[in-house]
């Protein structure tokens, strides 16, 4: 089995031990695979990421990389496991430097480090720019590349964001998702929701929908893009056509 696959197994979990808030969870993800999961706010999305990230406790259920168990893991040691992940809030140090920012997350890098950096810089070239520039001045699209340049520092296996695409100008947003195919074909299996599926879809190989805690479909990304009724419950394609509908 190649040692980089995500396979997470019927798991159950959430924030306090007896009340779980996702059921039964099945989902996997290969390496340079864009996966994405969306479904209705409060579906259980980001709690699904941050069970993976070793944030919650597992109650049933097993998560692996590989030939790896990592369920239940610190999130120190699933660095090491190659899991990065960047949050969707305060996934970076605002007043820190940009330098100072990657300084700080290449110390999970066990490689040559400088030369991890140079690679990130290469691959993210505003980095470069504003180097010396306080993270908090960044451009919101700025930011998440900050954020994205820390996780893959540490040259992760899999890679779990958790709605990038979140808060950023349209113009931010294609730029910030436009850069996940790259950074898939270094090698990464990247895991992400997206309430923002007409653009996130495009990009992906496979989703996942959730709702309630649970597992409610899977398939090809273009296919599910396409899927009318799909359009309707998940996407608000109905709404947004009512709204057009409306005279002004
Ligand atoms: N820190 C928390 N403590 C307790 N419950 C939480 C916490 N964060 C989220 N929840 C609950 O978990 C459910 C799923 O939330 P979440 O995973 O954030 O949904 P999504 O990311 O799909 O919008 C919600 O009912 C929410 O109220
Ligand atoms: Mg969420």
Avoid: W
């Amino acid at each position: 089995m190649n040692p980089q696959v995500l396979n997470v197994q019927s798991i159950s979990a959430g924030y306090v031990r007896g009340m779980p808030i996702i059921h039964d969870i099945s989902i996997t993800t290969e390496p340079e695979e864009i996966v994405c999961i969306i479904g209705p706010n409060g579906a259980g999305k980001s709690t699904l990421l941050k069970s993976i990230a070793g944030l919650l406790p597992i109650e049933q259920g097993h998560i692996r990389l590989g030939a790896t168990n990592i369920s239940g893991i610190r999130t120190d040691k699933l660095s090491r496991a190659g899991v990065a992940m960047v949050p969707q809030l305060n996934n970076i140090f605002r007043t820190m430097s940009v330098e100072q920012n990657l300084l700080l997350a290449a110390r999970r890098y066990t490689g040559n480090r400088r030369h991890r950096l140079q690679h990130m810089l290469a691959v993210f070239p505003v980095l470069d720019e504003k180097f010396k520039a306080k993270a908090g001045s960044l451009s919101g699209g700025q930011r998440q590349f900050l954020a994205l340049a820390m996780a893959l520092l540490a040259k992760p296996h899999l890679l779990l964001l958790d709605e990038p695409s979140a808060g950023l100008s349209p113009v931010a947003v294609d730029e910030v998702l436009g850069m996940l195919r790259s950074i898939a074909a270094e090698g990464v299996g990247i895991l992400m929701v997206e309430q923002n599926v007409r653009a996130a879809l495009p990009l992906s190989d496979r989703a996942y929908i959730l709702a309630d805690g649970r597992n409610q479909h899977e398939g090809d990304a273009q296919t599910m893009l396409n899927d009318p009724v799909l359009g309707e419950i998940y996407m608000g394609a109905r709404r947004a056509e009512a709204h057009a509908a409306k005279p002004v």
